[in-house]
């Protein structure tokens, strides 16, 4: 059997040993989801007690829609914001790839399928775009992407033409990305049974590798109660779906892209990289990494999701038009991987903090609704978030140092 390294940190066995490593955690700053869910919970909490509509099937199943299209941005943007970086031109590069669409399938009658691809693929180039004149050249990223902001949203207004909205087919391949429901039962419940049993197995085999490489694991115990609580979220929220319309075809895609972009970013050597690379240029450059060429990767990575949201957003509307990528569009994407905790310093940060913080923000702007509140204070509320999130992060950032850990 092999034995455990005895320089490394090893967790005692039992509630005594997770106390320690609770206690060592919130001493190195390193909080997790906790201040996340437990302020998701308690915005829940007060919008449910001031109106008992907010914890509805119909408003949260409305909400599961709704948070689609700002979350397939935030997941673009969370590996940028990983690496140290920002990018100001997600909200014109979605408007950009809706107007495109608009204009291929619904004017010049180009399949859709076809559209859709060209779309997204004039995302991910113009995110390249923006990677080589960063990583090659040598331009600042904000000052990059404040001018793709402003070019990109002239290109979509030139787009879109003079009458500024173009129509598109709601029962089309991207009209039906948010209105398509699948209604039998067994789908969300089919949903929630696959990824209970994904999570237990990938837990368990993670738990093998480990063992037999002589560190810490997880203990079967632990497995199973993670599991169990993953199975009472996700069988829930299930059974909420099924009591309107059933599991929503956008939440369902959103769910397939966090889990696909957390294997990549978490289980990959290139995920590793761009962890790697937001800790320490320097370091990453000496172990070998091509810096420039994972610079670019990740912003074309922001470009796609940035066009992928535009379809989304075009499909809400059952349009394309000038309002797109506009107002508070980008500072919501933005906000929402930061509030979910992904550090705006790099190096730390997953993509389902994506998820967490798009559910904050889409809660705040449905509970508001529901209280008749308008658009201003609602504006002033989620800033109000955004900066207690980012206040949070940079006392989170300097307990680690302190500790020693970042």
Avoid at 122 to 143: Q, S
Avoid at 194 to 219: E, H, W
Avoid at 355 to 373: D, E, F, K, R
Wanted: with cysteine; proline share 2%.
């Amino acid at each position: 059997m092999v034995t455990a390294d005895p320089r490394l940190l090893v967790r005692r066995p039992g509630s005594a040993g997770h106390l320690d490593a609770f206690r060592r955690r919130l001493g190195g700053g390193d909080l997790g989801a906790v201040p996340v869910v437990v302020g998701l919970a308690a915005i829940w909490g007060v919008f449910q007690t001031l109106n008992p509509a907010f914890l509805s099937a119909q408003n949260l199943s409305n909400i599961a829609v709704a948070m689609v299209a700002t979350g397939m941005m935030s997941v673009g943007v969370t590996f940028v914001l990983l690496l140290g970086e920002i990018d100001l031109s997600v909200g014109s590069v979605s408007g950009v790839g809706g107007a495109l669409f608009a204009l291929l399938a619904v004017t010049h009658g180009v399949d859709e399928w076809v559209a859709l691809v060209c779309a997204v693929a004039t995302g991910a180039i113009i995110g390249a775009v923006h990677g080589v004149v960063f990583a090659r050249l040598g331009a600042p990223a904000f000052a990059v992407t404040l001018a793709g902001l402003l070019f990109w949203n002239g290109l979509m207004l030139r787009l879109l033409g003079s009458n500024g909205t173009i129509n598109i087919d709601s029962e089309g391949v991207v009209g039906a990305l948010t209105t398509h429901y699948f209604s039998d039962v067994a789908a969300a419940h089919g949903l929630a049974t696959l990824a209970v049993v994904g999570y237990g197995a990938a837990a368990l085999r993670d738990t093998r590798r480990r063992i037999a490489a002589g560190i810490p694991a997880r203990s079967p115990g632990e497995i199973a109660l993670r599991t169990g609580l993953l199975a009472c979220v996700a069988y829930a929220a299930a059974t909420v779906l099924n009591q309107y319309k059933g599991l929503p075809l956008a939440t369902a895609l959103f769910l397939a892209v966090l889990v696909t972009m957390d294997f990549l970013l978490r289980r990959t050597a290139y995920g590793r990289k761009v962890t790697a690379l937001g800790g320490g240029v320097e370091a990453s450059r000496r172990a070998g990494v091509d810096v420039a060429a994972v610079r670019v990767s990740v912003f074309a990575l922001s470009g796609f999701f940035a066009a992928v949201g535009g379809l989304f957003w075009a499909s809400k509307i059952a349009a394309a038009n000038q309002s797109a990528g506009s107002g508070d569009l980008l500072m919501n994407v933005i906000a929402a991987a930061v509030i979910g905790g992904t550090s705006l310093f790099g190096g730390r940060g997953r993509v389902w903090n994506a998820l967490l913080g798009v559910m904050v923000i889409t809660s705040i702007q449905y509970g508001l609704a529901l209280q008749g509140v308008g658009a201003p204070v609602q504006y002033m509320i989620t800033g109000g978030v955004l900066l207690a999130t980012v206040v949070l992060d940079s006392a989170t950032r300097r307990s680690r140092r302190t500790a020693g850990r970042g």
